[in-house]
T-cell receptor, first 114, second 112 residues
């Protein structure tokens, strides 16, 4: 099993550009989420999904869109990149059900917006 | 009140010391809790899960205080390799529909 994979590992964008961060998992997990982590700060939840076709906002959703057309994939779209979106982005997945909230993380995407 | 709060530290301790840090949570219905370890902005990895009053794994002990709504992580006989950031997250309380919110994390630096 590959676990949770993320692409790309690094990305540099110019202000106003758009892009999609890819996330995929092969563990048949229903729950998937995107976090961003800024220097000296913890993980902040951007969006999450409890299953295919279902997404919801987290703590910091502005400027980001998500969709969940399959159980495996959960892409994160930056509509118009801004320097404030420079961060490390982590995707995570977990099974569902009481007590099944252990999350598995991808290696992260390091994004710089100039 | 934030959903999950942690003292960011850093906690600077000598090798061999015992150190403990807390994580407070706002939702009294939380039933499960997780401690993750994160090295140098790499992906977090699960350190310990807590489903009842506590859990112990070698030098690491997690204890849950439901009355005061906090969970602690105790590290005994600290090693240099324990230097990392420790993140806590309560499990979801609404079955399959809730979300997982992390605390800010506590940084531990173990010195020789």
């Amino acid at each position: 099993n590959a676990g949770v994979t993320q692409t790309p590992k690094f990305q540099v964008l110019k202000t106003g550009q758009s892009m999609t961060l890819q996330c995929a998992q092969d563990m048949n997990h229903e729950y998937m989420s995107w976090y961003r982590q800024d220097p000296g700060m913890g993980l902040r939840l951007i969006h999450y999904s409890v299953g295919a076709g279902i997404t919801d906002q987290g703590e910091v959703p502005n400027g980001y869109n998500v969709s969940r057309s399959t159980t495996e994939d959960f892409p994160l779209r930056l509509l118009s990149a801004a320097p404030s979106q420079t961060s490390v982005y982590f995707c995570a997945s977990s099974a569902t059900g009481l007590g099944a909230d252990e999350q598995f993380f991808g290696p992260g995407t390091r994004l710089t917006v100039l | 009140r934030k959903e999950v709060e942690q003292d960011p530290g850093p906690f600077n301790v000598p090798e061999g010391a015992t150190v403990a840090f807390n994580c407070t949570y706002s939702n009294s219905a939380s039933q499960s809790f997780f401690w993750y370890r994160q090295d140098c902005r790499k992906e977090p990895k699960l350190l310990m899960s807590v489903y009842s009053s506590g859990n112990e794994d070698g030098r690491f002990t997690a204890q849950l205080n439901r009355a005061s709504q906090y969970i602690s992580l105790l590290i005994r006989d600290s090693k240099l390799s324990d230097s990392a950031t420790y993140l806590c997250v309560p499990g979801r309380v609404r079955g399959n529909t809730g979300k997982l919110i992390f605390g800010q994390g506590t940084t531990l630096q173990v010195k020789p």
